[in-house]
């Protein structure tokens, strides 16, 4: 159980894509903490808006796509809570904060360096900007040196000679490696890794984790993983978001999210997984009914057409996330009656 104050704390946020046919509400209304140190997993079926949240936190939404309400509160190293939803996302106070102290590894592995320079070059690059930013000066030199520590911190083999290598010479799980480097190359207090062992075999994933652990025990760093594998949630996290078009389902502790689920939806997610122990991984499961379109989202609770348990009031009203029990909230009627406005 956390004490100290939130790092993070995300409230009622709403992103909007407006599209030709019409609004997309890929987050709507989603709200959760982050607390120093800790691991919280976010899970949920693909297109319930985990990327879109973590572009928000950083204002990396693309167009159309539109941060139309909420607040992302964020407390630097200082312990002033700033309101990220606020910033100008190319003003130079965002500018700061990412990487230095919210780092992203983004779901696409490609994304993340350019193919013209060299992986090292960038990483340099990203050291003395953030340097430059905190009014000291780090040369080249100096910083070539961090970057072959962190190659060897990642496991990267041979760091002298990998740091002059071109991204797209790098195999899939060394890409992942040099990016997972480039993430912490300013020390984040928050680390938001999203879906990092999608594109990777199993060895390389299970590595990858293991390295993920032990950079949070050595730096305290603070991690939101986002993944559809329940295996890695029970393995990784110690509290978890469960997801559902645009909005949190339920949230709690990772033993009281397996254990005592709340959620008609999280329920769900876990029925059909035979056993969650250490080494077997299952990726999400589907559940009856599909994933509405986005143009034709549900009135009422999100999840009620596929719901076995819905009720009648269940289609019109929408139910607010509310606690019930230590630390675990719930957005449904068969814990409170409470509608949102
Ligand atoms: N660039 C975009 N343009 C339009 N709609 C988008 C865009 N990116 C995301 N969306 C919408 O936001 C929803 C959530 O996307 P995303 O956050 O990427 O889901 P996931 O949970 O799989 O990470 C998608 O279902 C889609 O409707
Ligand atoms: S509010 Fe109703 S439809 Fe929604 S999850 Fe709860 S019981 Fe099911
Ligand atoms: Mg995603």
């Excluded at 962190?150 to 496991?155: K, W």
Aim: glycine share 8%.
């Amino acid at each position: 159980m956390p004490t100290d104050p939130p790092l993070l704390q995300v409230k009622d946020l709403r992103v909007t894509f407006g599209m030709d046919e019409g609004t997309i509400r890929a987050v709507d209304g989603t709200s959760f903490d982050v607390h120093p140190g800790e691991v919280v997993g976010i899970v949920g079926e693909s297109g319930c808006g985990k990327s879109v949240t973590m572009k928000a936190i950083l204002q990396l939404v693309e167009r159309p796509g539109r941060l139309a309400s909420g607040e992302i509160l964020f407390r630097d190293r200082q312990g002033t809570q700033t309101d990220l939803a606020k910033l100008d996302p190319r003003g130079p106070q965002m500018r700061a904060l990412r990487g230095a102290e919210i780092a992203l590894i983004p779901q696409e592995p490609m994304a993340a360096f350019s193919p013209v320079h060299t992986v090292g070059a960038q990483i340099i690059e990203a050291i003395q900007l953030h340097a430059t930013q905190e009014g000291r000066r780090v040369s080249k030199a100096e910083a070539r040196e961090t970057v072959i520590g962190l190659f060897r911190d990642v496991g990267i083999s041979m760091p002298e000679q990998r740091v002059d290598a071109y991204s797209w010479q790098l195999s899939g799980g060394l890409r992942q490696r040099a990016m997972i480097a480039m993430a912490l190359s300013c020390k984040p207090r928050l680390l938001i890794a999203d879906e990092p062992t999608t594109a990777i075999d199993v060895t390389t994933q299970a590595q990858v984790l293991a390295l993920l652990r032990d950079l949070r025990a050595k730096y305290n760093t603070a991690i939101i993983f986002i993944t559809h594998d329940l295996g890695v949630i029970a393995q990784m996290t110690s509290y978890v978001v469960v997801m559902y078009l645009g909005r949190v389902m339920e949230q709690g502790p990772v033993d009281q999210i397996f254990h005592a689920p709340a959620h008609p939806y999280t329920r769900a997610l876990l029925r059909s997984i035979p056993t969650i122990h250490g080494e077997t991984r299952t990726p999400l499961p589907v559940i009856s009914g599909s994933l509405p379109h986005p143009f034709n989202r549900p009135t009422g609770c999100p999840f009620h057409p596929r719901c076995p348990e819905a009720m009648p009031g269940c289609a019109t009203a929408t139910p607010k996330l509310l606690p019930v029990a230590e630390r675990q909230s719930a957005a449904c009627f068969l814990h409170h009656q409470e509608a949102e406005p």
